[in-house]
């Protein structure tokens, strides 16, 4: 992790601290508070791309972040604790990462870019005795002389061919073009919930009372209402999302995110409680 990532992290988090835009458990942090928020956090903007921050902070095997914060011991906070409190020690990248997504700072997790080397091409200079010449075309014709210093080239034989190879090279190009148009002109921008899952389309149409919303191809591929919950098992945990519906009664689903019915609502791990609760055997 470069040292500028690093920086920009903690003053984001100074930034924030000072504006008053921190959670009272990033204010004046100790471990208790950090795990608490940790917990928080987690309910409130669980993210696939958050993954590996978690999984690298907490040791978690099987996705139950839940679970994984719930046993994770207060100790395994200080490192961070001492920086945000002002001590000036260089800690660990996992800390900088769970800060990151803590203060919900963005781009996380860090990436290091590739390098790329670049390379100069020398060109090559006329000597002082050499006088420029122009490329003139080769002709594959033979010159019959008229007279005196008098000629006359005949046509080249092969004119023609080159002529059609130009033409099937812009007929390619031409065709390639359209392909690309004809892609993005139908390639899917909106979706809706239908039942028990996103269906998508190109073009922004009414269907009934339904909420058009542009497309996210991570939700449309993976978020799908589970139609049999009493199939489920504990093996379900950390890989189903539930989402409660009325107090006695919820919804599972095979991805994290909203509820689709409900924006303002955010699909939870199922945990061994949910399953015993609402899915009856």
Partial sequence: MSEAYRKEVLQAYQNRKISGKLSPNLTSPTGAKLKAECAIVYSERPSIKDDEILRLFFTVRDKDYTKGIEHYGIDGFKQLVKVLNGKD???????????????????????????????????KSLTSNQSEK????????????????????????????????????????????????????AKPKYMY??????????????????PILEIDHFKAKHLKKITQPDTLTENALGKV??????????????????????????????????????VKK
Avoid: C
């Fill in 193 to 210: 919930w239908k039942v028990d899952r996103y269906e998508t389309m190109a073009f922004y149409k009414k269907v009934g009372d339904t």
């Fill in 241 to 278: 999302w539930y989402v409660k519906v009325n107090v006695d009664s919820a919804e599972f689903y095979t991805s994290r995110g909203e509820y689709p019915l409900d924006t303002n609502k955010v699909l939870k791990p199922v945990t061994k409680y949910i399953l015993a609760k609402y």
């Fill in 89 to 123: 020690i260089k800690i660990g990248s996992k800390y900088i990462e769970l800060l990151a997504w803590l203060i919900d700072f963005q781009p996380r997790p860090y990436q290091l870019k590739d390098a790329y080397a670049v390379s100069s091409v020398g060109e």
């Fill in 134 to 185: 122009p490329n003139l075309p080769v002709h594959s014709g033979e010159e019959k002389k008229l007279g005196g210093n008098n000629f006359i080239t005949e046509p080249e034989a092969n004119a023609r061919p080159k002529i059609k190879f130009n033409k099937l090279i812009l007929a390619l190009v031409s065709i390639t073009i359209m392909g690309i148009i004809i892609y993005f002109i």
